[in-house]
């Protein structure tokens, strides 16, 4: 007989006033739990201290696209336009909000520009809209930084600058939401780290609108992940068999890192140069076969995201370091603090 996870298990309160609406003041000083054995208060400077040489930590490249636009209808109504991605031929994938319900065929048209928006097709939370010139050169000069939805402000010449990483590949501007354990890092932690002899590595898993999602089965098993673009080149794959191979620690920097290498790994049995797709789903129960140890964001409650962590380090662990996070004041989510992760042996 099937036994199913119950998605109310991974439910807790967290108070609204833990939940970070703004960056720290200081790229780079937040706070840092570690689990281990015993949980430890630490900062991100004391990252750099529960890493070896030899280690590997593991980062995503992508760069957030400025996705979100406002509009108007022909009739005058207001409308938001959340570019999820950009296809050929000027067409894009999008979510688009309006206090009519939105049909086949309307046209959009641009706050403060001539530039034309037309829905082609209407495929669940998306939509297939065509813009009348080249949108990455619209969303340039007219886009707005995609912050999270339980931010709920506008976002600020300083979210520009925040919800970016200090690494992020102008080249591979793709993604509708930030890689946000990345956001941590300054460049003297960067140097620090690389200067202990632990060398970093990067991929790239361009994050999509489906990241915010929620679960909506009470059973976790039913629920069914979105389709993001991810890229492993060959150099990232010999630094990380050659930190395996000599029994160093791969660290992933965030969960799309740690998605990106289960995913290559689960398809071929080993990992290989890949450019696909992936819609991997980590949950309780799923065997890890890459990553030993993950930096990370708090989650928000009931979310793939925390599915995730409690798979890698443990249900009760995680229960414990969250309940403790809470109890200390850590700041949740994308601009809130960070924890260690060893995975669950």
Same mark, same amino acid.
């Given at each position: 007989?099937?036994?199913?996870l119950?998605?109310? #298990?991974y439910?807790f309160?967290?108070?609204?006033?833990?939940?970070?609406?703004?960056?720290?003041?200081?790229?780079?000083?937040?706070?840092?739990?570690?689990?281990?054995?015993?949980?430890?208060?630490?900062t991100i400077?004391?990252?750099?201290?529960?890493?070896?040489?030899?280690?590997l930590?593991?980062? #995503?490249?992508?760069?957030?696209?400025? &996705?979100?636009?406002?509009g108007?209808?022909?009739?005058g109504?207001s409308?938001?336009?959340?570019?999820?991605?950009?296809?050929?031929?000027?067409?894009v994938?999008?979510?688009?909000?309006?206090?009519?319900?939105?049909?086949? $065929?309307?046209?959009?048209?641009?706050?403060?520009?001539?530039?034309?928006?037309k829905?082609?097709?209407?495929?669940?939370?998306?939509?297939?809209?065509?813009?009348?010139?080249d949108?990455?050169?619209?969303?340039?000069?007219?886009?707005?930084?995609?912050?999270?939805?339980?931010i709920?402000?506008?976002?600020t010449?300083?979210?520009?600058?925040?919800y970016?990483?200090?690494? &992020?590949d102008?080249?591979?501007?793709?993604?509708? &939401?930030?890689?946000?354990? $990345?956001?941590?890092?300054?460049?003297?932690?960067i140097?620090?780290?690389?200067?202990?002899?632990?060398?970093?590595?990067?991929? /790239?898993?361009?994050?999509?609108?489906?990241?915010?999602?929620?679960?909506?089965?009470?059973?976790?098993e039913?629920?069914?992940?979105? /389709?993001?673009?991810?890229?492993?080149?060959?150099? &990232?794959?010999?630094?990380? #068999?050659?930190?395996?191979?000599?029994?160093?620690?791969?660290?992933?920097?965030?969960? /799309?890192?740690?998605?990106?290498?289960?995913?290559?790994?689960?398809?071929?049995?080993?990992?290989?140069p890949?450019?696909?797709?992936?819609?991997l789903?980590?949950?309780?129960?799923?065997?890890?076969?890459?990553?030993?140890?993950?930096?990370t964001?708090?989650?928000?409650?009931?979310?793939?995201?925390?599915?995730?962590?409690?798979?890698?380090?443990?249900? /009760?662990?995680?229960?414990?370091a969250?309940?403790?996070?809470?109890?200390?004041?850590?700041?949740?989510f994308?601009? $809130?603090?960070?924890?260690?992760?060893?995975?669950?042996q």
């Amino acid at each position: 007989m099937r036994s199913f996870l119950n998605l109310d #298990n991974y439910d807790f309160l967290l108070p609204r006033e833990l939940i970070a609406s703004k960056p720290s003041e200081v790229r780079g000083n937040s706070r840092l739990l570690v689990l281990e054995r015993e949980i430890k208060d630490r900062t991100i400077d004391n990252l750099v201290d529960y890493l070896d040489s030899g280690d590997l930590l593991v980062i #995503n490249d992508t760069k957030v696209l400025k &996705a979100r636009l406002k509009g108007k209808r022909s009739t005058g109504g207001s409308v938001e336009v959340f570019i999820e991605r950009i296809n050929k031929n000027n067409n894009v994938q999008a979510q688009v909000r309006s206090n009519r319900k939105i049909q086949k $065929g309307d046209l959009i048209y641009i706050e403060g520009s001539q530039v034309e928006l037309k829905v082609l097709e209407k495929k669940g939370y998306l939509n297939k809209v065509k813009f009348s010139i080249d949108p990455r050169k619209v969303l340039e000069d007219f886009g707005k930084v995609p912050l999270p939805p339980y931010i709920q402000r506008e976002a600020t010449d300083l979210d520009k600058e925040r919800y970016q990483t200090i690494y &992020a590949d102008e080249d591979k501007k793709n993604s509708v &939401a930030a890689p946000t354990a $990345g956001l941590h890092f300054n460049q003297t932690q960067i140097k620090d780290i690389r200067n202990k002899g632990i060398k970093i590595v990067k991929i /790239t898993l361009d994050i999509g609108l489906g990241t915010f999602m929620p679960i909506k089965s009470n059973i976790i098993e039913d629920h069914e992940m979105h /389709t993001e673009k991810i890229h492993l080149n060959e150099g &990232a794959i010999e630094e990380i #068999n050659k930190a395996k191979h000599s029994n160093s620690k791969v660290i992933a920097v965030g969960t /799309t890192s740690l998605r990106c290498l289960e995913s290559v790994h689960n398809k071929f049995g080993e990992l290989r140069p890949y450019e696909g797709e992936t819609n991997l789903y980590i949950y309780p129960g799923y065997k890890f076969k890459v990553v030993d140890s993950l930096f990370t964001n708090f989650h928000l409650p009931k979310s793939s995201l925390f599915l995730l962590v409690c798979a890698f380090g443990g249900t /009760t662990e995680m229960k414990k370091a969250y309940s403790h996070a809470i109890k200390k004041g850590y700041k949740f989510f994308s601009y $809130g603090d960070a924890m260690l992760i060893n995975k669950k042996q």
